[in-house]
């Protein structure tokens, strides 16, 4: 007997993300979230696997795990992004420099900044994308401070 498929599209393996993100206010057991991620059935794609932890107007919270060696090639983020180790350490390589990104730690790059990831042991990972209107980034002073 085969367990049943979540509601909605046949062949589905996770809830819906209107689902897993419904109300005004969401408390993400980032754990649990990691766990449900490595259960799933499927393989890794090039040796990482992700999920959108939350998904609002201006935010975006993305799970990440790597398998050992994996990694994501060198890209940019359309807006400032800040990557929170979870287990392990990942590898970031920009054009000025190699940050190692701990368990603990956090890196926050700007807009459009080059870089690559490589986990080169096993690692997880939040990365987080904040990306304001368009109206409040129009010539608007940064925060003081």
Do not use: C, K
């Not at 890209?75 to 701990?102: D, K, M, N, Q």
């Amino acid at each position: 007997m085969t367990a049943p498929e979540p509601e909605g599209a046949p062949g589905r393996t996770r809830p819906r993300p209107s689902e897993r993100m419904a109300g005004a206010e969401q408390l993400v057991d980032v754990r649990a979230a990691l766990a449900a991620l490595r259960a799933e059935s499927h393989p890794a794609t090039r040796g990482h696997r992700q999920i959108t932890l939350a998904h609002r107007e201006g935010l975006r919270v993305v799970l990440l795990d790597f398998e050992p060696g994996a990694g994501l090639p060198r890209h940019t983020a359309p807006a400032p992004a800040a990557i929170h180790g979870v287990e392990g350490a990942v590898v970031l390589h920009t054009p000025s420099a190699t940050h190692r990104v701990a368990a603990g730690q956090v890196l926050v790059l700007d807009a459009d900044v080059p870089h690559d990831v490589v986990a080169e042991e096993g690692a997880a990972a939040i990365l987080v994308v904040l990306a304001m209107p368009p109206a409040v980034n129009a010539g608007a002073a940064p925060p003081a401070g």
